[in-house]
């Protein structure tokens, strides 16, 4: 179990599944036309805070993704990757079962130039790692490859 656990990430020569350049992205927005997405178009979950005890709060995801009953959710910090202990434990918990991986990439989001990356799974974080856009895109690749049944 534990040379699976390491072996999640690990990118092979045959991980490399078809590239889409262009990449197929629903979220298509122009904010000179429409406004500004964050305020025309993001929820204000802080109208939600006082539903949860002490400081718990929602949060956002910044992307997810179910292949075959397995989910990688992105979560994308913009200077140091420092998580806060909450997001920490809840990443923790939620990746627990092994049905969902979380990958959490330090980068620029504005010129998606990217520095490091870390994963939770099966309830471990497992430590920052230097990686370029380049690289991450292949560790994707091969979490994708790892949800094939059979």
Known sequence: MEQKQRNLFQSSSNSASSDNPSG?????W?????GCFNIKRRPKI????????GQISFGDVDGIVEINGKGLMLEWKTSNGKLPMGQRIMYERLSKSGLMTIIVIV????????????FFHLGRFHGFKKGDLSKIKEVIKAWVKKTKPG
Not at 24 to 28: D, E, G, I, K, Q
Not at 30 to 34: F, G
Not at 107 to 118: H, L, Q, V
């Open 24 to 28: 197929f992205n629903p979220m298509r």
């Open 30 to 34: 122009d904010c000179e036309k429409r």
């Open 46 to 53: 802080e109208e939600f805070a006082g539903c949860f005890p």
């Open 107 to 118: 980068g620029n989001a504005e010129t998606m130039e990217c520095s490091e990356f870390a």
